[in-house]
């Protein structure tokens, strides 16, 4: 089994499903098992990503973005008004 086992699979299906690279200081919902080994101790395995999740980040930093340019534009307006 490779180093990262099988999470580098899950790693290519999230790219893919997502059209996002898998980057440092991405978000990301991640389903994993945690099992111990005699042997080797702790593992980690990558059950799921969930490529759904990053889209409701961007989705809300979207929704962010537009509140804050409506309230700059309101608090313009008011300005120009002299309200």
Same mark, same amino acid.
């Given at each position: ?19 996002? $690279?898998?980057? #440092? ?7 994993? !098992?945690?099992?111990?080994? &005699? ?21 809300? $930093?979207?929704? #962010? ?7 700059? !534009?309101?608090?313009?307006? &008011? ?5």
């Amino acid at each position: 089994m490779a180093a990262w086992g099988n999470a580098s699979q899950r790693i290519k299906d999230f790219e893919a499903s997502s059209g996002r $690279k898998f980057t #440092n200081n991405i978000r990301v919902l991640v389903k994993v !098992s945690i099992n111990f080994h &005699k042997v080797f101790g702790l593992a980690l395995d990558f059950l799921e990503i969930n490529p759904s999740f990053i889209y409701e980040l961007l989705n809300q $930093k979207t929704r #962010n973005t537009f509140a804050a340019c409506y309230e700059l !534009s309101h608090y313009n307006l &008011k300005s120009r008004r002299g309200v």
